[in-house]
């Protein structure tokens, strides 16, 4: 059985497939509209014009979606593995959710 079929383990691949794509189509639109050069752009400098500028955002925003739900699901297995007795553990466990959530909202 293949490992995606089981649950939310697709929604890291997702983030970084979608993540990825985002790069690269802006990066194609804005080289195909002679808005940047073709070697070496920066990245910021791929979304700045209007057409390739609302894909990037729109694309951004369901990148910090898929963030902020991975961190979510992953913080619930870490939950669901440790015991109630283990408060280091939950302390660390919703820092890191806290963290990846800030990360996620930052993008």
């Not at 939310?8 to 990066?27: E, F, N």
């Not at 898929?66 to 280091?88: H, N």
Request: contains cysteine; neutral net charge.
């Amino acid at each position: 059985m293949w490992w995606f079929r089981r649950g939310l383990s697709v929604l890291p691949v997702v983030l970084i497939s979608w993540s990825c794509g985002t790069l690269v189509l802006t990066y194609t639109m804005s080289v195909l509209l002679d808005h940047t050069d073709l070697l070496l752009p920066y990245i910021s400098d791929t979304g700045t014009e209007v057409p390739e500028r609302c894909v990037f955002g729109f694309m951004l925003c369901i990148s910090a979606f898929l963030g902020v739900c991975t961190v979510y699901v992953r913080y619930k297995q870490v939950q669901a593995l440790i015991s109630a007795s283990e408060f280091s553990l939950q302390t660390l466990n919703y820092v890191g959710f806290l963290l990846g959530v800030f990360s996620s909202v930052g993008i």
